[in-house]
């Protein structure tokens, strides 16, 4: 008989074991898809030119003209006859940057003021040529990313799941986010492993690790200020709504809140402030209005001089003709909503606790951040968020059981 359940017990933990192998061998090979893609096929986008412009332009360059010539020969020499054509005559707003430097230099502040990726590839240059650094970049950062999701899966003993996480990161576009020349892998890299430090932790005060990559990321790319101003505001809000849900008064919890979560998430929102207007004050930015419009209503072709005046109509259509297009052409939107749906049906908020419901509202209020403030349909844009509440997800499949409370029998007299 013992015998019996000694293999009965076994059967399921080989299972569970032989499906971590299979689970975790799926995600490496998804992994080297990634890596050779991006030796093989790396992506040829417009973005390369301006920010080896920029990169010129920081090493002393000033004249348009020079400014110009370099960066279409540096990305020139890196892309195949026809990827070139393509970045030089693949519409009229190409055609009109690759005839005239000056119109091309007024592109610039807008990649500028991603000041921290602009002197990082500027430092690197002296190791390779611009586009060949900001390739590196991207792959390092991109598998350094998955590198910390697995990691992240196995600390919170989920790695059994890696496998199913595939898929989300496929529909993100991972395979071509690694090639790719923008700051946008390296940020999600320093943003996921912002908060995985937290949801492996398991603490609602966020380790300094934690707020350091925040805050290099922000310098990497200021609008995620987002980021570091909504962390402190989403814990706060997580420990209070589990204190709430266990009964403690509304004002009582908030308080608690605040003492649990500690005053250094908040200062670091104060240095992301900081970073944030050292990286405008530099460049002459045409501001978040002018940068909209170009964006979402009219293409300039030349930026000198643009400042046009902001009309709440020609506002709210674009961020509707955005999430439209959003629902339509990305497959992570639908991802998201799904995932959303699944929270709903499957998931107790009380189960959560105070740490994972503030990494839950941290989601939340990135994406509906970044859809009323700029919203960029692109996944490259949403991959770190998507990441984050995959960990949640995970944590919360392999938490604890809550013991069940067991009613006393109730005591007859005789």
Not at 180 to 195: C, F, K, Q, R, Y
Not at 339 to 364: E, H, K, N, T, Y
Not at 366 to 395: E, H, K, S, W, Y
Request: proline fraction near 7%; hydrophobic fraction near 60%.
């Amino acid at each position: 008989m013992a015998t019996e359940t000694a293999v009965t017990v076994a059967a399921p933990i080989q299972a569970r074991v032989i499906a971590t192998w299979m689970s975790v061998a799926i995600y490496l090979m998804f992994c080297g898809v990634v890596l050779l893609n991006a030796v093989a096929r790396p992506v040829a986008n417009w973005d390369a030119l301006a920010y080896v412009a920029s990169v010129v332009r920081h090493q002393g360059e000033t004249r348009p003209a020079v400014i110009h010539e370099n960066a279409y020969g540096a990305v020139a020499r890196a892309v195949t006859p026809d990827q070139m054509q393509n970045l030089r005559e693949g519409n009229a707003y190409r055609r009109a940057q690759a005839a005239d430097p000056a119109a091309f230099v007024s592109m610039l502040p807008m990649y500028e003021v991603k000041g921290g990726y602009i002197w990082l590839v500027s430092a690197l240059s002296r190791l390779a040529d611009p586009v060949s650094v900001m390739r590196a970049l991207s792959l390092a950062a991109t598998l350094a990313m998955l590198a910390t999701l697995l990691l992240a899966l196995w600390r919170i003993g989920a790695l059994h799941l890696a496998g199913l996480v595939v898929p989300p990161l496929a529909a993100l576009q991972v395979i071509d986010l690694a090639s790719i020349s923008t700051p946008d892998p390296l940020v999600a890299a320093l943003s996921v492993g912002a908060t995985a430090l937290i949801v492996t932790g398991r603490s609602a005060r966020p380790p300094l690790a934690s707020l350091v990559l925040l805050l290099l990321a922000v310098a990497i790319r200021p609008d995620m200020l987002v980021a570091t101003t909504g962390l402190p505001v989403a814990l706060v809000a997580g420990c209070g709504c589990a204190a709430w849900l266990e009964g403690n008064r509304p004002g009582s919890a908030l308080k608690a809140a605040f003492r649990t979560v500690g005053l250094a998430p908040w200062l670091a929102a104060l240095a992301g402030f900081g970073i944030y207007l050292v990286a405008k004050a530099g460049v002459a930015h045409p501001g978040w209005w002018a940068h909209f419009n170009f964006t979402f209503v009219t293409q300039q072709e030349n930026m000198t001089g643009f400042a046009p005046a902001f009309e709440w109509r020609i506002y709210v259509s674009a961020v509707a003709r955005a999430i439209l297009r959003l629902l339509r052409d990305e497959t992570w939107s639908w991802i998201a909503l799904a995932i959303a749906l699944s929270a709903v049906l499957f998931m107790r908020i009380r189960d959560l606790g105070p740490v994972l419901i503030g990494l839950v509202i941290f989601v939340i209020w990135n994406l509906a951040a970044r859809m009323i403030a700029f919203p960029l349909p692109d996944a490259r844009i949403a991959t770190p968020i998507l990441i984050t509440l995959l960990m949640v997800a995970g944590a919360y499949l392999v938490r604890p059981a809550r013991p069940v409370p067991t009613q006393q029998p109730v005591q007859r007299a005789s």
